[in-house]
């Protein structure tokens, strides 16, 4: 069952959407004033004609001069003909004026959006599909367009128009006519809203449902690989089957709603349009109106109810477009979980050490990752960080770059608490080799210098040297112009692993953090960049998250991390003398070394 929709709270919101909205039309509010000018002069000469036109049957059919009446009528045809040019050029002009805003404000709310998808959290970003998010982006972004052109070049002139035809009614031809045609555009627009209200039910529906199932696609694309290894191409195939036959179904029920719904206004306009020829043509027949009136009022209803009857579409269109924008200024008007502080500074670094104090932290309060972990990593030190995986050990990372608060406790930068720095700042500080390196469909050079924007080309050639890179590098035909292929599919792990080391010497910040940046590499490979990789901890403090602890052995100082706390800590020969988890974690590595090497 479909869930009906609050009509009152959906309205509310459409204005508020609406309103907010108009900021993004603000900027050239100039161009919009002469543009609804040009409108308005457009359905002046558009409600001229049909009074020309009486002028012409009624010349044609006088009794008078063949000569005057051929003299006149000609007059009348011209100005007919102009007037239809004038309409014309008015609209096209309307439209021109209109362009620039209408694609300034497209892209000031696409940039607004993307600005706001790159300041969220990084909480949101792990809730969500991909799909979802571009499927939606896409849509609210065309919808501004849609509500644009459907409130300015639609419903503003068929209003306009309604009001023109209306006074001519009123004025020439008594009150019986505006009652009819009031009652007829009253009795339609009635119609019109609540249906349409009552069946957008079933757009949200299949927009939810489109967004799912694109969500799924991409996803399922992103992750081609794993299809391929488990032969789970019937399952993603039939999972995305599944959300487009639920959308179909919804999608049936819309079409069937609205040629209901067209039928209803089909209905009341032909009704409208009979009622008032009868009472014209019972006029003509008493001689109380011409038979130009006749040609007059019909041309009117023509007129007025041609635009009228597409307002039907036009409201649906204007109900789908004012859906699709709901999630985008949904999306605007969510809060990020982590945000600066109104009187947070800049961080500058003096001293480059990092402390942890009594720091607790879980992604559900259910379920704790840390428990009161305290360390300190002094400036120029590297400290390591060791454990069984889901121990803890990349939240650290993920907490020192404030991508989450601690839940209790802190953690600083030089004896400034992160929450108390700009989140640009922090960052700037701090340089990273993830432990999975995501890279851009660009080339290696856009993907190297991407670390920093100002290096030139012999410092990006000097960091490849340093993480072992440049000889995979003058392999290439295209150098360093290689594209690297979508989250660079097209690299080995341990290429991008090295891109990753190279990115990061290139930013060179005072803190770097590895996390787990050798676990993509072979033994071979590993030792030939873990020069590369102590050059670059010697410029810097650095905390390394590490699996291989044949990575850490020269640390100042190691951490076990397990079940969310610290176990174990002292430098590789007197963990080893302890005889604890670290000592049974070498020992078993150890062990698998030996076996591959046999």
């Known amino acids: 069952m479909y869930r009906r929709l609050e009509a009152p ?28 000018g040009f409108l308005l002069l457009a359905k002046l000469a558009t409600v001229a004609v049909p009074l020309v036109l009486k002028e012409i049957i009624n010349t044609l059919d006088a009794d008078t ?26 609209k096209e002009l309307r439209d021109s004026l209109f362009a620039r805003v209408r694609y300034r404000a497209m892209h000031r709310l696409s940039t607004s959006v993307l600005a706001k998808l790159h300041h969220l959290s990084l909480a949101y970003h792990l809730e969500r599909r991909t799909g979802s998010i571009s499927s939606d982006l896409s849509r609210g972004t065309n919808s501004l367009s849609s509500i644009v052109n459907l409130l300015v070049f639609n419903i503003v002139p068929t209003i306009a128009e309604f009001l023109l035809v209306a006074v001519i009614l009123f004025g020439g031809y008594g009150v019986q006519y505006t009652i009819v045609v009031g009652v007829t555009v009253a009795v339609y627009v009635a119609f019109t809203l609540l249906f349409s209200g009552w069946r957008m039910q079933f757009r949200h529906e299949m927009n939810r449902l489109e967004s799912q199932a694109n969500g799924r696609a991409v996803d399922s694309l992103l992750n081609y690989e794993t299809v391929k290894y488990f032969n789970n191409e019937p399952l993603e195939q039939k999972a995305y089957e599944g959300y487009l036959s639920d959308w179909s179904d919804a999608g049936v029920k819309s079409q069937v709603t609205m040629s209901t719904l067209n039928f209803g ?23 109380t109106i011409t038979l130009g009136d006749i040609v007059l009022i019909n041309a009117l209803m023509l007129q007025l109810f041609v635009p009228l009857n597409a307002l039907g ?28 502080k109104p009187d947070a500074q800049p961080l ?56 989450y608060d601690v839940d209790s406790g802190s953690i600083q930068v030089d004896g400034v608490d992160v929450r108390n720095c700009t989140q640009a700042s922090l960052r700037s500080q701090l340089g990273v080799v993830p432990q999975d390196t995501v890279m851009f469909n660009e080339s290696l050079q856009y993907n190297l210098l991407y670390a920093n924007n100002e290096a030139n080309t012999d410092d990006m050639e000097e960091a490849a040297r340093a993480a072992n890179l440049d000889h995979f590098i003058a392999q290439l035909p295209e150098g360093y112009d290689t594209i690297v292929g979508e989250r660079g599919l097209k690299l080995s792990g341990g290429e991008k692993q090295r891109v990753a080391i190279a990115r990061v010497m290139l ?18 490979t590993e030792k030939a960049i873990l020069d590369g990789l102590n050059a670059a901890a010697e410029r810097a403090t650095s905390l390394v998250i590490a699996h291989r602890l044949s990575t850490i052995v020269d640390a100042d100082q190691i951490l076990v991390l397990e079940d969310g706390q610290i176990v174990e800590r002292g430098n590789h020969h007197s963990l080893l003398a302890d005889e604890g988890l670290y000592a049974k974690l070498w020992s078993m590595q150890q062990e698998a070394k030996e076996e591959v090497l046999k």
Do not use: C
Not at 329 to 340: A, F, R, S, V
């Open 507 to 524: 930013k060179a910040p005072p803190i770097i953090v590895f996390d787990e940046a050798t676990s993509s590499l072979d033994t071979q």
């Open 313 to 340: 579409v036009v409201y649906r269109g204007l109900q789908y477009a004012l859906a699709d924008m709901d999630l985008i200024i949904k999306l605007l008007e969510k809060t990020p979980e982590i945000q600066d």
């Open 9 to 36: 709270h959906s309205n509310r919101r459409d204005l508020q959407n609406l309103r907010k909205l108009s900021t993004y039309l603000w900027e050239y509010r100039g161009r919009v004033l002469i543009a609804l």
């Open 348 to 403: 500058v670094i003096q001293q480059a050490g990092i402390e942890f104090n009594d720091v607790h932290f879980a992604y559900l309060p259910e379920r704790p990752i840390l428990k009161g972990v305290s360390f300190t990593v002094k400036p120029g030190e590297k400290v390591a960080v060791v454990g069984p995986s889901g121990s803890g050990k990349s939240t650290l990372s993920r907490l020192l770059f404030r991508f």
């Open 65 to 90: 001069n063949e000569q005057k009446i051929l003299t006149v009528a000609i007059g009348f045809v011209a100005a007919y003909g102009a007037l239809r040019i004038a309409s014309a050029a008015f």
């Open 265 to 287: 206004q089909t209905a009341i306009v032909t009704i409208g349009v009979t009622i008032i020829m009868m009472i014209a043509a019972k006029e003509v027949t008493t001689d």
